[in-house]
T-cell receptor, first 110, second 116 residues
Framework: DAKTTQPPSMDCAEGRAANLPCNHSTISGNEYVYWYRQIHSQGPQYIIHGLKNNETNEMASLIITEDRKSSTLILPHATLRDTAVYYCIAVSGGYQKVTFGTGTKLQVIP | GAVVSQHPSRVICKSGTSVKIECRSLDFQATTMFWYRQFPKKSLMLMATSNEGSKATYEQGVEKDKFLINHASLTLSTLTVTSAHPEDSSFYIC????????????FGPGTRLTVT
């Protein structure tokens, strides 16, 4: 699976949009971009995933660049409960296993 | 949504004893389950992949005789830490892949193991 690169930490004001970037320049054609988050001392929570097209669900939006070398997770109105470590992962078709990187620690500030 | 449970949520054991952690998929069948370990302020590290009815596949550096994995049914996998030592103290997390979904993987809440 392709390696992903994320900033180690970010701050976001409560109520504002949180934009979390991820670089995956070596991603291959059959690899999906997955986002998970982990709130302190809990198991990871699935957020969203995509292949080529932008995706949106009740939690977030995922913007993938046309060349698929990077993506951005958008939390439209961040709340204090969104404070967590966010992981961007490239997962190959067939989905054999998920390898976590170091993620981005998002701190939502009141 | 799909739910994965783990039991116990916390366990304290003495050095040299064995501890069993259960991972259950509550409302779906999981042909594949994964076990992770997470040390404080570190990312999750995959330990092994278990497929129902077959032997687990361990990641490099993980001792298969120390971390025994059993996946006897489509809803249950167990991880047994044998002869536990203080350095095995960690947060253990399982995940399960829905048999009917190609890509979805659901994570349990984790088990905090402390070896004294």
């Amino acid at each position: 699976d392709a390696k992903t690169t994320q900033p180690p930490s970010m701050d976001c004001a409560e109520g504002r949009a949180a934009n979390l970037p991820c670089n995956h320049s070596t991603i291959s054609g059959n690899e999906y971009v997955y986002w998970y988050r982990q709130i302190h001392s809990q198991g990871p929570q699935y957020i969203i995933h995509g292949l080529k097209n932008n995706e949106t669900n009740e939690m977030a939006s995922l913007i993938i660049t046309e060349d698929r070398k990077s993506s951005t997770l958008i939390l439209p109105h961040a709340t204090l409960r969104d404070t967590a470590v966010y992981y961007c992962i490239a997962v190959s078709g067939g989905y054999q296993k998920v390898t976590f990187g170091t993620g981005t620690k998002l701190q939502v500030i009141p | 949504g799909a739910v994965v449970s783990q039991h116990p949520s916390r366990v304290i054991c003495k050095s040299g004893t064995s501890v069993k952690i259960e991972c259950r998929s509550l409302d779906f069948q999981a042909t594949t389950m994964f076990w992770y370990r997470q040390f404080p302020k570190k990312s999750l590290m995959l330990m092994a992949t278990s497929n129902e009815g077959s032997k687990a596949t361990y990641e490099q550096g993980v001792e298969k005789d120390k971390f025994l994995i059993n996946h006897a049914s489509l809803t249950l996998s167990t991880l047994t830490v044998t002869s536990a030592h203080p350095e095995d103290s960690s947060f253990y997390i399982c995940s399960a892949r829905d048999r009917d979904s190609t890509y979805e993987q659901y994570f349990g809440p984790g088990t905090r193991l402390t070896v004294t």
